[in-house]
């Protein structure tokens, strides 16, 4: 019989070589060669090396704590790449490490404020274990069930945050009583960005999948000749701040919120990612270091991550040229935000200089 101190010493053995060929194999695939990878070599790959993280998961913590979690990012991205087509005996491949909780941390807004830029800001870090897609349970799939919702969360080990972020939920009347039924105590993270800015962001991103939309002034106000800024349209409802947070405060209190300006994580990346990672109780990781301003884009990129041939940089869908704008219909709803976001400096305890 093997004993478990031989079984645990030859798991601990293999572990840097399974790391080696996992990052050789998808820095393979990132440069553009997956089609000619041997897809059989990489199934056994990430089967070894999930049932090697598991066993060793389960082994009494030690030194080795952090080459588990780096190999526990390095399987969840590798059957991320393969889109679950990868597969032994006709069964996708999966990880089995760890277990899947409900989110402690949600980012639940704003639309166009720059959430998914901080997602993969946080995805960073070796504590943070976040869905990539959004899963809009909370506002359109609730009857789906609670356990349907934790079945989509990537798997975690001890000490590790999970999370997932939904843009819709800040502006969504439902969804605070629906979270605060799951968890009361979900830290809860908003991106909030100037109204103005972030309207016509949102515009310019439903232009390019409507071409023949009405003009941004058509649709801000009710009638362009009495300048009645029109609050039912989405691009501007999104913007009333205050209004959104006071049904969150229904059910949540202030201490549960971080609210993160959406100007500054462009400008200084590294200081609000900080003020994140401080929120969610996590060490001080992402910073500096890991940024880089992409003049192209207008936005700060994460640099070449080690094992990975390019940086990480947002799609290409983000940074678009938005279309022009009179400055009259510009200065006409920065009237109409002013209260709002008065009104929204006083209730974060934050204010953020759109005025």
């Known amino acids: 019989h093997v004993t478990s101190a031989h079984f645990q010493a030859t798991f601990s053995n293999a572990l840097p070589v399974t790391m080696l060929f996992l990052f050789a194999y998808l820095s393979y695939c990132l440069t553009g060669w997956c089609e000619s990878a041997p897809r059989i070599t990489s199934q056994a790959a990430l089967l070894r ?10 082994q009494q913590q030690g030194p080795r704590n ?3 979690r780096a190999l526990s990012q ?9 889109h679950e087509a990868v597969s032994t005996n006709g069964m996708p491949v999966s990880n089995t490490y760890g277990s899947k ?5 949600i980012i639940i807004g704003v639309k166009k404020g720059g959430t998914r830029a901080l997602l993969e800001f946080l995805r960073v870090h070796p504590d943070v274990r976040a869905l990539g897609a959004e899963p809009h349970f909370f506002d359109r799939f609730y009857e789906k069930g609670l356990e349907w919702y934790r079945n989509l969360m990537p798997r975690t080990l001890d000490g590790q945050i999970t999370m997932e972020k939904t843009p819709s939920y800040f502006v969504t009347k439902e969804t605070p009583s629906r979270l605060c039924a799951m968890n009361c105590s979900t830290k809860l993270i908003v991106v909030v960005r100037d109204p103005v800015t972030r309207a016509v962001s949102d ?7 409507t071409p023949g939309l009405p003009s941004f002034q058509s649709l801000a106000f009710k009638n362009s000749s009495s300048g009645a800024v029109d609050a039912s349209w989405s691009a501007v409802r999104i913007g009333l701040y205050a209004q959104h947070l006071e049904n969150w405060l229904r059910h949540f209190p202030l201490s549960s919120f971080l609210f993160v300006s959406g100007e500054r994580l462009v400008s ?19 910073g500096d270091k890991h940024f880089y301003f992409n003049r192209t884009k207008g936005f700060p990129c994460l640099k070449k991550p080690e094992g990975s041939s390019r940086p990480r940089c947002l799609g290409k869908s983000k940074g678009r040229t938005h279309p022009p704008i009179s400055s009259e219909v510009l200065h ?3 009237d109409f935000y002013r209260p709002f976001n008065l009104r929204f400096y006083q209730m974060s305890g934050q204010d953020f200089g759109w005025d």
């Open 49 to 58: 090396g999930n049932v090697l993280l598991e066993v060793l998961s389960t």
């Open 332 to 334: 006409k709803l920065r």
């Open 268 to 286: 200084d990346p590294a200081g609000e990612v900080g003020r994140v990672q401080d929120f969610l109780g996590l060490k001080r990781i992402v």
């Open 101 to 105: 909780k409900f989110p402690q941390a």
């Open 66 to 68: 952090e080459s588990l």
């Open 203 to 209: 515009y310019t991103q439903t232009l390019t999948k």
């Open 74 to 82: 390095l399987l969840d991205f590798g059957n991320g790449v393969a």
